[in-house]
């Protein structure tokens, strides 16, 4: 493909998820792209009210899902997953039990694991945690058997076997962990075990079950545990960070494991204007990973009590850290910054979100590719789920020999595009077919493309009414199908 072409050309492979390009970059060119509706465009997210506590998962197959509390249903939660044209609901909408509302999300093999805080004025404040096996839906055990308060989190190892954190004893806001054995929710080791004061706790579990904890203790230090099938025991020395003093509200610490089971963990320092801070246990100390992160593009630092959270890609080891700033009159919003072995650079050009990008959550696919969901501004003003993700053009893959060469450009375009290229030596001559759907997979538009000697060459003109967003074209060429990504922009 020539670079001269390449250079007009914004093209997203959808069905394996690939950003070809941007419009005026080269053919090494980034850019965060919106994986179905773009808040940047006023476009209408995931649900038709106000969400919020978005989670964002990527399964073993590569299929994002994303799970958010709906404020169309009562705050209860709903889960999304990406069929490679639109996000579609996994279950029925609405599927947590009434009254939920902080939330953490899993998601392996085509399950999915959702935990609600529910407050109840009887039996109390408990977690309810519920499986969805693709058919039906499952409470994990009764409503009042993981007690809580306001703070949890949930995890499940690679047998599937969710684990939960609990507010085991709220008058001195000490911790424990559960694990579902298939028929109950048992603790894990030692009940109350972390604490007393925790002020902000994260959970890693690895694929054998092995069982780490970060958290931020009454002094204001950060101190993680790990469970090994019969002890709990620091991991390295206690209180090894600090991250505040008297009670600053740092209200996030993330925590993530490398392919060696090596964790990381994230926080913002309040003690250091509220940078964020990033260490790695290297099985005998905690060491800092590079410098810390201090602000964002417009010099603003992230705020504390927002999201911080970090993520390793397995491939590679690389982590990935996620920060929010809520300062958006002066550039702030949720930003990703990627390690390279000596200093954190920040993914893309700027932010990911349009906006503040409320609730952020950031996972990293097989590949190497994040994906960040979060809460924009939609087409009503209120704040809708939605979802970027990151991409380069080195990384297209499963593209077919046939169609592969295709070009379409411009794009972003008013409607009026051209499709050229070469289909490869095998088909010389004959009719390819043309389809675009809409964000909903609703056909708007079909037509047969003429192939001769190998070329495709062709102008389309869509009707002038359509709305500006974001469009799927597909061609079709005897076996062989591509589907693309079209902005339409007037």
């Given at each position: 493909m020539?670079?001269?072409?390449?250079?007009?050309v914004?093209?997203?492979?959808?069905?394996?998820l690939?950003?070809?390009l941007a419009?005026s970059?080269?053919?090494?060119a980034?850019?965060?792209?919106?994986?179905g509706?773009?808040?940047?465009?006023?476009?209408?997210?995931?649900?038709?009210?106000?969400?919020?506590?978005?989670?964002?998962?990527?399964?073993?197959?590569?299929?994002?899902?994303?799970?958010?509390?709906?404020?169309?249903?009562?705050?209860s939660?709903?889960?999304?997953?990406?069929?490679?044209?639109?996000?579609?609901?996994?279950?029925?909408?609405?599927?947590?039990?009434?009254?939920?509302?902080e939330s953490a999300?899993?998601?392996l093999?085509?399950?999915?694991y959702t935990?609600?805080?529910i407050?109840t004025?009887s039996?109390?404040?408990?977690?309810?945690v519920?499986?969805?096996?693709?058919?039906?839906?499952?409470?994990?055990?009764s409503?009042n058997?993981?007690?809580?308060?306001?703070?949890?989190d949930?995890?499940?190892d690679?047998?599937g076997?969710?684990?939960?954190?609990?507010?085991?004893?709220?008058?001195?806001?000490?911790?424990?962990v559960?694990?579902?054995?298939?028929s109950?929710?048992?603790f894990?080791?030692?009940?109350?075990?972390?604490?007393?004061?925790?002020?902000a706790?994260?959970?890693?579990?690895?694929?054998s079950?092995?069982?780490?904890v970060?958290?931020?203790?009454?002094?204001d230090s950060?101190s993680?545990?790990?469970?090994?099938?019969?002890?709990?025991?620091?991991v390295?020395s206690?209180?090894?960070?600090?991250?505040?003093s008297?009670?600053?509200?740092?209200?996030?610490?993330?925590?993530?494991?490398?392919n060696n089971?090596?964790?990381?963990?994230?926080?913002?320092?309040a003690?250091?204007?509220s940078?964020?801070?990033?260490?790695?246990?290297?099985g005998?100390?905690?060491?800092?990973?590079?410098?810390?992160?201090?602000?964002?593009?417009?010099?603003?630092h992230?705020?504390?009590?927002?999201?911080h959270?970090?993520v390793?890609?397995?491939?590679?080891?690389?982590?990935?850290?996620?920060?929010?700033?809520?300062?958006?009159?002066?550039?702030?919003?949720?930003?990703?910054?990627?390690?390279?072995?000596?200093?954190?650079?920040?993914?893309?050009?700027?932010?990911?979100?349009?906006?503040?990008g409320?609730?952020?959550?950031?996972?990293?696919?097989?590949?190497g590719?994040p994906?960040?969901g979060?809460?924009?501004?939609?087409?009503t003003?209120?704040?809708d789920?939605f979802?970027?993700?990151?991409?380069?053009?080195?990384?297209?893959?499963?593209?077919?020999?046939?169609?592969?060469?295709?070009?379409?450009?411009?794009?972003?375009n008013?409607g009026n595009?051209?499709?050229?290229?070469s289909i490869?030596t095998?088909?010389?001559?004959?009719d390819?077919?043309?389809?675009?759907?809409?964000?909903?997979?609703?056909l708007?538009?079909?037509d047969?493309?003429?192939?001769?000697q190998?070329?495709?060459?062709?102008?389309i003109?869509?009707?002038?009414?359509?709305?500006?967003?974001?469009?799927?074209l597909?061609?079709?060429?005897?076996?062989?199908?591509?589907?693309?990504?079209?902005s339409v922009?007037?």
């Amino acid at each position: 493909m020539k670079n001269a072409i390449l250079k007009r050309v914004s093209i997203r492979i959808c069905s394996c998820l690939f950003l070809l390009l941007a419009a005026s970059v080269n053919a090494n060119a980034q850019i965060w792209y919106p994986l179905g509706a773009d808040d940047s465009l006023g476009q209408s997210g995931m649900a038709t009210a106000q969400t919020y506590n978005n989670n964002i998962a990527i399964d073993t197959d590569g299929t994002p899902y994303m799970f958010y509390s709906d404020a169309h249903y009562h705050d209860s939660g709903s889960v999304k997953k990406w069929n490679g044209i639109q996000w579609v609901a996994a279950g029925t909408l609405g599927n947590t039990p009434l009254g939920g509302t902080e939330s953490a999300f899993a998601v392996l093999g085509g399950n999915t694991y959702t935990c609600s805080i529910i407050n109840t004025q009887s039996p109390g404040i408990y977690g309810a945690v519920m499986k969805y096996d693709g058919s039906s839906l499952t409470m994990l055990g009764s409503l009042n058997s993981i007690p809580t308060g306001n703070t949890f989190d949930m995890e499940i190892d690679g047998s599937g076997t969710p684990y939960v954190t609990t507010d085991s004893n709220t008058a001195i806001q000490s911790r424990s962990v559960m694990k579902w054995d298939g028929s109950n929710w048992g603790f894990v080791g030692t009940q109350n075990i972390i604490g007393p004061y925790v002020r902000a706790l994260e959970m890693a579990v690895t694929n054998s079950g092995n069982v780490y904890v970060a958290f931020v203790n009454m002094h204001d230090s950060a101190s993680v545990f790990m469970y090994n099938g019969s002890n709990w025991a620091s991991v390295g020395s206690a209180d090894f960070a600090v991250t505040g003093s008297g009670g600053s509200g740092i209200q996030h610490i993330s925590i993530a494991l490398d392919n060696n089971d090596n964790p990381y963990v994230a926080f913002p320092d309040a003690t250091n204007s509220s940078t964020t801070d990033i260490w790695k246990f290297n099985g005998s100390n905690w060491l800092q990973v590079g410098n810390t992160i201090p602000m964002d593009l417009a010099g603003n630092h992230f705020t504390a009590n927002l999201h911080h959270t970090i993520v390793v890609d397995k491939s590679s080891n690389t982590p990935y850290v996620l920060c929010q700033n809520s300062n958006t009159a002066s550039g702030g919003g949720a930003f990703v910054y990627k390690y390279d072995g000596t200093n954190w650079n920040i993914v893309g050009n700027g932010r990911v979100s349009t906006n503040s990008g409320g609730f952020p959550s950031l996972a990293v696919n097989k590949a190497g590719i994040p994906f960040v969901g979060y809460a924009g501004v939609n087409s009503t003003g209120y704040n809708d789920g939605f979802v970027k993700e990151y991409n380069v053009t080195a990384a297209v893959r499963n593209v077919s020999a046939v169609l592969q060469n295709i070009d379409l450009f411009p794009n972003p375009n008013t409607g009026n595009f051209t499709l050229s290229g070469s289909i490869g030596t095998n088909v010389n001559t004959g009719d390819a077919k043309l389809e675009i759907m809409n964000g909903m997979g609703q056909l708007i538009y079909s037509d047969k493309i003429v192939v001769s000697q190998n070329q495709i060459n062709t102008s389309i003109q869509l009707d002038g009414s359509l709305a500006n967003g974001t469009y799927f074209l597909r061609i079709k060429l005897n076996d062989e199908t591509r589907t693309v990504c079209i902005s339409v922009m007037r």
